[in-house]
């Protein structure tokens, strides 16, 4: 049966990008061995890193813009802690953005670094939009908000204006619009929703903001660690980033951010449009901060549940029960999703 | 053509591993999606979790003995900081053994949390021998050494006695013989070796030498993080230990370290007897330190190279040329070589 996969993250990515993948497990670019088993010295890998390492900043429209682009390991939630240790001065101030558990963990993780001054929270209505009145004062080090927040169902749609480096974690939006880059200097993501699998983290930070801080920053945790190694300080998690750069090719050879965003638009709209027309549902999120990934709703009549639980079921749809912090569902429609499984879905809702 | 693959890692896997890891690329036990775009909290990604961990303590011989296995990212060398971190008190002392490339790196990393004696050292020959005379002082919080030298291939045979913590970097060679692993206090490696493909790293701690030091350790550097939430505080890289889960399985079945210290023996007899019975080759470590894992070994007649060299690459051999440390050649004999490659490598070396 064609699953219709609606997964928060790990999540659906595309059927060739998959198919590519599983035939480089066991013959990799026909050379009789598998793409696992090969050292990541090798020409071959260390063609990967690179390709992969231009469609980051290829697509993000950074190419010789003073860019480097990372692929590490740890996850965002080892970024929460990499960000302050390579940007906050001893005894600094950095300010975040709370709009979210995610936001919310890497604000803990810098307290441990100096003065977390939190600039804005939607904390007070269980997240469900982007605060936007804050005051960034003069002598901060670095800003840092969370552009997508996978949870709650909402997104930046407008960034801040200061003088203080910008840093951003966009786990589960990046590569899904457009935007102007080089306004933010470090950009960091899990690989595991626009990207690849789960296992690599995508670092694009501009080299110029590193080592100014005067801390003693452990090896692996240091940036400029892996800036002078390529990317390749230690092994690096082979598989994770092979998939990311046949997704980013893919993108790529779709058209890009420019083609993306439209139809991730597309595909948002068909979805908030039945959640706002259909009596049975309503959003969970604020109109003007929903995320064009993440679609969370609530049904109005919960008598209604086990039918249309049975009906999405039925339908081959996976992935969209909510988060226990939000209820009722969430749809999570990553680059790969097609239209055509929120029309699935759309059509469900319509006929409850 | 067949290809044997003698690489030091990421490095030789088990056939039929990696064919049931390239379908789960496309179709994991077939529910129609693929292993890597589905949540990491679905009951079939946390059986994949559950089992890999039952297998390393099970393998292990550490089942019911007060030990976690933790599957976290990062490599060798994120632990080089996390160890020290978690097992050192402020003006804390800890011993290191000075074996090679990777404890010299891991000692560097612990200089910064306090005092490190190096209570041992091979750098005086290059590293081709593990030293034998070493005296440990009582105040020391835990004494580390690096099992198996990877580089310069020598191999720990007996591991020093001692009150303090005994931790051991076994990255190259852990699952490869029978030890007597309760031993140990805390066992990390890298899985590209004898475990899986890159990306993951196993940690197998005993809990109760834990929360004991007075540090405030980051989150994700905090080895309890990682406890309590059964290695899934955050996304763990969910390919890397489904094949790492696989390969235990495959070891498992075939009986286990018994078994395959067995096979190691053979392999690794059949190819020092080789270069100690034939003139136009030398080995390049000490006989009784001699690695099991990595064989490092020197032509005597440097104008035999150029044969040498065309007739291995004619026979598909891949991954034999010797680390830049040490040069000459390294073959690495990790538990899924069969010894038929071996014997390839040795008719050749016999017939030069």
């Not at 407008?158 to 470090?186: G, N, Y």
Request: charged share 25%; proline share 4%.
């Amino acid at each position: 049966m064609k699953k219709h996969n609606f997964s928060a993250g790990p999540c659906i990515l595309p059927q060739e990008v998959l198919k590519k993948a599983s035939e480089a497990v066991v013959n990799f670019n026909n050379i009789d061995l598998s793409l696992i088993e090969i050292s990541h010295r090798s020409p071959e890998f260390v063609a990967v890193m690179d390709k992969a390492q231009e469609l980051v900043l290829d697509l993000l429209n950074l190419k010789g813009k003073g860019y480097s682009a990372l692929f590490l390991q740890g996850g965002a939630s080892l970024e929460f802690l990499m960000v302050p240790y390579n940007l906050m001065r001893e005894n600094g101030k950095a300010a975040y953005f709370d709009t979210g558990t995610w936001s919310a963990k890497a604000l803990k993780e810098a307290q441990a670094f100096g003065t977390v001054d939190i600039v804005a929270s939607s904390k007070d209505k269980n997240y469900n939009y982007i605060p936007k009145d804050f005051t960034i004062s003069a002598d901060t080090d670095y800003v840092h908000f969370t552009s997508n927040n996978t949870i709650y169902g909402t997104q930046f749609k407008e960034f801040p204006k200061t003088d203080a480096l910008l840093v951003c974690d966009m786990s589960s939006d990046i590569f899904s619009r457009k935007l102007d880059f080089s306004k933010f200097d470090l950009i960091y993501a899990g690989a595991q929703k626009n990207m690849g699998p789960a296992g690599a983290t995508l670092v694009v930070v501009k080299d110029e903001i590193l080592g100014k801080n005067n801390r003693k920053i452990p090896t692996m945790l240091n940036y400029q660690t892996h800036i002078s190694k390529d990317s390749m300080f230690n092994t690096p998690p082979v598989f994770p980033i092979y998939v990311s750069m046949l997704t980013l090719q893919w993108l790529k050879d779709m058209g890009g951010l420019d083609a993306i965003e439209k139809k991730n638009i597309a595909k948002a709209e068909l979805l908030y449009n039945e959640i706002d027309n259909n009596p049975l549902f309503k959003g969970a999120a604020a109109k003007e901060d929903r995320s064009n990934m993440n679609v969370t709703f609530l049904l109005t009549d919960e008598s209604k549940k086990a039918e249309f639980d049975q009906k999405w079921k039925e339908a081959g749809i996976s992935g969209i029960n909510g988060h226990r912090s939000v209820g009722g569902y969430r749809a999570s429609i990553y680059n790969a999703m097609p239209i055509e499984s929120i029309q699935v879905l759309v059509d469900i809702m319509k006929n409850l």
